[in-house]
């Protein structure tokens, strides 16, 4: 079965410093891989996502991730964090065969001035 | 270009009363649907998926249920609420390809006293 993890609950960054969030996965075959931003009491909106190719794919907002099939990874980076940066993140995996989504617990990004 | 239309945006609801939250998908046809609930701002659960009209997969057993009576349209009941079904309610869907993402609706905050 498919699985997600986030292992860091909150990630603290200063504002202009670079920023990641880790995500690591866990599924049968190859991976389909996404990353959501959610801004408090909304719903989740799409960043980015990887199927095949290129090992980095680049997103909305400025936001890259970079997928490592040895390492079952897929963090999410940014090169120059904004104060709008702020929310809860979350990465998730599609189950080919199911059609469902399952997501990590998601990560709090802070940014401070 | 396609959207996703989620309502009421807030309930509050006595226990015991019934509930219908109702989501509806334009611009696409044969979409996948999804209800996901989100409880105190984190994780998301999966409660009930649909690849087609009357198709319902329920991931979790409880009070609730869904119906899709129209191709864009999905809806999610209970007869009698409980307590512990306050929460953020998300409506999702995505195309019916192996690799698209999913889309999410504003959501639904249910509150039940």
């Known amino acids: 079965a498919q699985s997600v993890a986030q292992p860091e609950d909150q990630v603290n960054v200063a504002e202009g410093n670079p920023l990641t969030v880790k995500c690591t996965y866990s599924v049968s075959g190859n991976p389909y891989l996404f990353w959501y931003v959610q801004y408090p009491n909304r719903g989740l909106q799409f960043l980015l996502k990887?199927?095949?190719?290129?090992?980095l794919v680049k997103g909305s907002y400025g936001f890259e991730a970079e997928f490592n099939k040895s390492q079952t990874s897929f963090h999410l980076k940014k090169p120059s964090a904004l104060v709008s940066d702020s929310a809860l993140y979350f990465c998730?995996?599609?189950?080919?065969?199911?059609?469902?989504?399952?997501f990590g617990p998601g990560t709090r990004l802070s940014v401070l001035p | 270009s396609q959207t996703i239309h989620q309502w009421p945006a807030t309930l509050v609801q006595p226990v015991g009363s019934p509930l219908s939250l109702e989501c509806t998908v334009e611009g696409t046809s044969n979409p996948n649907l999804y209800w996901y609930r989100q409880a105190a701002g984190r994780g998301l659960q999966l409660l009930f998926y649909?690849?087609?009209?009357?198709?319902i997969s329920s991931e979790v057993p409880q009070n609730l249920s869904a119906s899709r009576p129209q191709d864009r349209q999905f809806i999610l009941s209970s007869k009698k609420l409980l307590l512990s079904d306050s929460g953020f309610y998300l409506c999702a869907w995505s195309a019916p390809d192996r690799f698209g993402e999913l889309f999410f609706g504003e959501g639904s905050r249910l509150t039940v006293l």
């Open positions: 990887y199927i095949t190719g290129d090992n």
């Open positions: 998730a995996v599609r189950d080919i065969i199911g059609q469902n989504f399952v």
């Open positions: 649909s690849v087609g009209i009357g198709q």
